[in-house]
């Protein structure tokens, strides 16, 4: 199996690799179109700011060639966020692939501090992405910017309010939270995405 992670100015590609060597995937780093185009998976990770990121994307043209990828594609933190509409950070066009936009938290409580940062439930879980998960499970977290819940939402987690863990449309999955710093559980993900 050929695993493609998309290549670009967003940091947290070496966890992904290593999460990915530790399912006993050789994946190849890459922003070659066609490397991407042919591989059997595509992932879309990395930790970074919307604006800057996106402009990258653009620039290399990987904004389009991510869009039209056929094969299945998971999408990690700003990965997820930049698939969808549009971001509040710095009012980013994003790729599109999710009809929704990514929203700043606005906490009213003292208790909820932005970034979330750390370990949280994802429960009513749905898709082969979460086979076998049949009860909330702990994932780690790091992000001040949110999806809410939508028709595209097969996972949900508490923190603020209520939102969007995980999507999926079509070809396409992505997860908030950091299925690579997640220990088993999300190794489980990992495996189960490279099952699909």
């Not at 290593?18 to 059997?40: F, I, K, M, P």
């Not at 370990?119 to 992000?143: D, R």
């Not at 603020?160 to 999507?167: C, D, F, I, N, R």
Request: include cysteine.
């Amino acid at each position: 199996m050929q695993v493609a992670i998309v290549k670009y100015n967003a940091g947290n590609t070496c966890s992904v690799v290593n999460a990915l060597h530790r399912c006993g995937v050789d994946a190849v780093l890459t922003d070659d179109a066609e490397v991407l185009q042919s591989a059997d998976k595509v992932i879309f990770p990395g930790q970074g700011e919307a604006r800057t990121t996106m402009s990258y994307l653009r620039e290399h043209k990987l904004d389009e060639v991510i869009r039209g990828l056929c094969q299945p594609v998971l999408g990690i933190c700003i990965g997820m966020q930049l698939l969808c509409k549009h971001s509040e950070e710095e009012d980013t066009d994003c790729i599109g692939v999710f009809d929704v936009d990514v929203l700043r938290f606005c906490p009213n409580l003292h208790e909820y501090k932005v970034p979330q940062m750390g370990w949280n439930t994802i429960t009513n879980t749905s898709t082969g992405l979460f086979k076998g998960f049949n009860k909330p499970e702990f994932v780690y977290f790091v992000h001040s910017f949110y999806v809410p819940l939508c028709t595209d939402t097969i996972a949900t987690t508490e923190y603020v309010q209520p939102y969007s863990s995980a999507l999926h449309r079509n070809n396409f999955y992505a997860t908030q939270f950091h299925p690579e710093k997640s220990g088993a559980v999300g190794e489980r993900i990992i495996r189960n995405f490279l099952d699909l």
